[in-house]
């Protein structure tokens, strides 16, 4: 019995601690603008990447990847975008997206001043 009236008053203290606290509001937070955007290609990837990937995160993401990233490295990271992390787009664009990746920033990126390490090598 005396466990039951113990419980009782630390129900009631509960319930005044809970009315008495201030209502919670929603907080408003404003974001500062996304500074950080996909490289601009003529890529069929380009605009697919640009649609589909900046749904869940930003362009930094995809720009701090290894820069010597083979293509495999790009297919199964877009291949786990959609399928661990439910990424929601066709099949059929995942090649396109992955030439624009490893070829934007990845192994096979060819810009200007910017060479490969296996080309780079084969200068010497």
Known sequence: M??????????????????AAPPAGALDITLPAETASFKASNLPGYPLVQQNCLVCHSAQYVQ???PSSPRGYWEATV??????????????DVA???????????????AAGE??????YARR
Do not use: H, W
């Not at 975008?81 to 929601?88: C, E, I, L, S």
């Not at 060479?115 to 780079?120: F, R």
């Open 2 to 19: 005396r466990s039951r009236a113990n419980m009782a008053c630390v129900l009631k203290i509960a319930l005044a601690a809970l009315c």
């Open 64 to 66: 701090f990847q290894p």
């Open 79 to 92: 291949r786990k975008m959609k399928k661990t992390f439910g990424a929601q787009f066709a099949d059929e």
């Open 96 to 110: 396109a997206m992955v030439d624009y990746l490893v070829k934007t920033y990845g192994a096979e990126r060819v």
């Open 115 to 120: 060479v490969g390490a296996s080309t780079a």
